[in-house]
């Protein structure tokens, strides 16, 4: 996506609301690897996403600033939650600041720790929405976990699937590349599910359980 493009989409598309505004600000401020916030773009497609699956228990793998949480918090019908988990502790208080900004504040709960060994406390099938947005390394280790605590119908939505396009390169990939096309290569032929790309950013996987 050119820059023109990107602006062209930023003002066709529903509004930004002020309190991720001021997060997105805060986080390209504050943190080196602020680009990983999910942005404005990205940021309503999973509201909308959300909105449309309707889960009443969602699941978020890389909390990070807590912009894409509240994004998929603000798509929640009353009563819905969101458990997301960090696991640097250090951004603890940057993230529970952050989420006190927004109006579905009370939907989110923030687990602190390793993805992997906080997922353990919740039994297989508890989940309508899992997003994942860790470390890319890893990601194959997420699915797996992912998968049983999903119930048959429900989706996963995996970021960064496209890597800033080194998926397709031919020369020798980085741990977080390869653990990318990994995973890709997986979901793509894992009969569980059905997989769809959007080619948005730095891609994103959106996956469906369609048998356990």
Partial sequence: MTPQIEEYVNSHISREPDYLYRIDRLTNLRMINGRMCSGHIQGRLLKMLTTMAAPKRVLELGTFSGYSALCIAEGLQPGATIDTIEVDDELEDFILQNISMSPDADK?????????????QWDDNEFDLIFIDADKRRYIDYFNRAIRLLRKGGFIIADNTLWDGHVVETCRHSSQTQGIIDFNDLVANDPRVETAIIPLRDGLTILRKIAD
């Fill in 108 to 120: 989110v709960r923030l687990h602190i720790g390793d993805a992997l060994e906080v997922m353990k």
